[in-house]
């Protein structure tokens, strides 16, 4: 992949007719040591987020040994890739053929849950296999996140702890217990009542537990849209995991997705027409912005040119290059009054559901993808002003302390 120093350098540079994915490994290390260094537990990356191989890498450099897949394709990308790895299939429901492949081909021992009818599968497929580790997927409130996911997984607290003394008694190795509070969740408290609910259902069924998996949720900013600290999260779910029945002999694990590759990655996007308040863009929900798009929310944006414009900033309805009506943004996008045919609208915020939701709908490519070195402007893994100026602090008396060493 070509490198710049930021995304302004692709307007000096012969771009191709379709979008331009921009890459930042860097901060998906950023937020991997961030994960590494603050959560209590094992952290498994949640590869639907973005399966790319800079993503993949970035991550493994960095520590972050762990994978959540949801697919036969993700489970031999990720073997493939890291034949060490450990490799969680977290999908509740998978074909007979994806649970045999990834048991027999890929090593995956680890499988999530939420039926007796899939623990049948899974112990069928897999030969009665002993060496599992089954995790019951639980259904819960997805109040407090943006994209709630609760409606189409999950068994419910008042059937779980059948569910869980089944598995139980299949299982010589481990059980666990996992949950996902929903996507882009904006309420530490939520993983608490998940975690309340959990346990009660543990102590209901009656059985051991050596997983509790807090699953993914773990935000990242948006415009009008800035969560708490996200140590705040991981406060909030190591107090709860002491106050749980298991804790004394339970792991505790998490599947960030966003939050690890969110800031990573942006999209360079060409105006075709503007139509007074409306922008036709190279790029849309078939492409890279299906997030941009269908979600309502509101994602950063910058005009790039050479010289800045001076225009006040508008709202701005985004269409996307297809011929089908879908493909238009569901939340205008805040620009220069200025934009004309030809600008260039760099989008940010989309290492997470970017690329990896893109499609070739209509003939149209989801674009060359280039590494930048720049870094985006809110991060949750920025430290804290205190922080900073501690570590500016300790920059210049390691200077001074060289410069004492040179003139003695």
């Given at each position: 992949?070509?490198?710049?120093?930021?995304?302004?350098?692709?307007?000096?540079?012969?771009?191709?007719?379709?979008?331009?994915?921009?890459?930042?490994?860097?901060?998906?290390?950023?937020?991997?040591?961030?994960?590494?260094?603050?959560?209590?537990?094992e952290?498994?990356?949640?590869?639907?987020?973005?399966?790319?191989?800079?993503?993949?890498?970035?991550?493994?450099?960095?520590?972050?040994?762990?994978?959540?897949?949801?697919?036969e394709?993700?489970?031999?990308?990720?073997?493939?890739?890291?034949?060490?790895?450990q490799?969680?299939?977290?999908?509740?429901?998978k074909?007979?053929?994806?649970?045999?492949r990834?048991?027999?081909?890929?090593?995956?021992?680890?499988?999530?849950?939420?039926?007796?009818?899939?623990?049948e599968?899974?112990?069928?497929?897999?030969?009665?296999?002993?060496?599992?580790?089954?995790?019951?997927?639980?259904?819960?409130?997805?109040?407090g996140?943006?994209?709630?996911?609760?409606?189409?997984?999950?068994v419910?607290?008042d059937?779980?702890?059948?569910l869980?003394?089944?598995?139980?008694?299949?299982?010589?190795?481990?059980?666990?217990?996992?949950?996902?509070?929903?996507?882009?969740?904006?309420?530490?408290?939520?993983?608490?009542?998940?975690?309340?609910?959990?346990?009660?259902?543990?102590?209901?069924?009656?059985?051991?537990?050596?997983?509790?998996?807090?699953?993914?949720?773990?935000?990242?900013?948006?415009?009008?849209?800035?969560?708490p600290?996200?140590i705040?999260?991981?406060?909030?779910?190591?107090?709860?995991?002491?106050?749980?029945?298991?804790?004394?002999?339970?792991?505790?694990?998490?599947?960030?997705?966003?939050?690890?590759?969110?800031?990573?990655?942006?999209?360079?996007?060409?105006?075709?027409?503007?139509?007074?308040?409306?922008?036709?863009?190279?790029?849309?929900?078939?492409?890279?912005?299906?997030?941009?798009?269908?979600?309502?929310?509101?994602?950063?944006?910058q005009?790039?040119?050479?010289?800045?414009?001076?225009?006040?900033?508008?709202?701005?309805?985004?269409?996307?290059?297809?011929?089908?009506?879908?493909?238009?943004?569901?939340?205008?996008?805040?620009?220069?009054?200025?934009?004309?045919?030809?600008?260039?609208?760099?989008?940010?915020q989309?290492?997470?559901?970017?690329?990896?939701?893109?499609?070739q709908?209509?003939?149209?490519?989801?674009?060359?993808?280039?590494?930048?070195?720049?870094?985006?402007?809110?991060?949750?893994?920025?430290?804290?002003?205190?922080?900073?100026?501690?570590?500016?602090?300790?920059?210049?008396?390691?200077i001074?302390?060289?410069?004492?060493?040179?003139?003695?």
């Open positions: 992949m070509d490198r710049v120093h930021s995304s302004f350098d692709l307007l000096s540079h012969n771009l191709p007719e379709g979008p331009v994915v921009m890459a930042r490994p860097h901060c998906v290390a950023q937020a991997a040591q961030w994960f590494k260094t603050n959560f209590p537990g952290v498994l990356y949640a590869v639907k987020a973005n399966p790319a191989p800079w993503v993949l890498d970035a991550l493994w450099a960095n520590g972050v040994k762990g994978f959540d897949v949801a697919s394709a993700e489970c031999e990308l990720v073997a493939t890739r890291f034949p060490e790895a490799i969680a299939f977290m999908h509740p429901v074909s007979r053929r994806a649970i045999s990834a048991y027999r081909d890929f090593g995956v021992k680890t499988f999530a849950l939420d039926s007796e009818e899939e623990l599968k899974i112990l069928q497929e897999t030969g009665g296999a002993k060496d599992l580790t089954l995790v019951v997927r639980f259904a819960v409130s997805g109040d996140s943006a994209y709630p996911l609760a409606r189409k997984f999950g419910t607290p059937e779980a702890p059948a869980m003394r089944r598995a139980r008694a299949v299982s010589e190795e481990m059980l666990g217990v996992s949950f996902h509070v929903g996507s882009q969740c904006m309420r530490p408290d939520a993983f608490r009542q998940a975690m309340e609910m959990t346990n009660r259902a543990i102590v209901k069924a009656g059985v051991l537990v050596d997983v509790v998996d807090v699953g993914g949720g773990f935000p990242a900013i948006y415009p009008g849209m800035t969560p600290p996200m705040d999260f991981v406060r909030t779910i190591a107090t709860q995991f002491e106050n749980m029945f298991v804790a004394q002999n339970a792991q505790l694990w998490a599947e960030p997705g966003r939050a690890l590759v969110a800031e990573a990655g942006s999209v360079v996007t060409r105006v075709e027409l503007r139509k007074g308040d409306a922008l036709y863009l190279n790029d849309g929900a078939f492409g890279n912005l299906f997030d941009a798009t269908h979600l309502n929310w509101a994602f950063p944006a005009l790039l040119r050479k010289e800045p414009s001076r225009g006040k900033l508008m709202p701005f309805r985004l269409y996307g290059p297809t011929c089908d009506s879908m493909d238009a943004a569901s939340a205008p996008l805040m620009l220069p009054c200025d934009v004309q045919e030809g600008d260039l609208i760099e989008i940010g989309l290492g997470a559901y970017g690329a990896a939701l893109a499609t709908f209509n003939g149209f490519q989801t674009g060359e993808t280039v590494v930048a070195l720049d870094s985006p402007g809110a991060s949750m893994f920025a430290p804290a002003p205190a922080q900073r100026a501690a570590a500016q602090s300790a920059r210049v008396r390691s001074k302390r060289h410069i004492k060493r040179v003139t003695e």
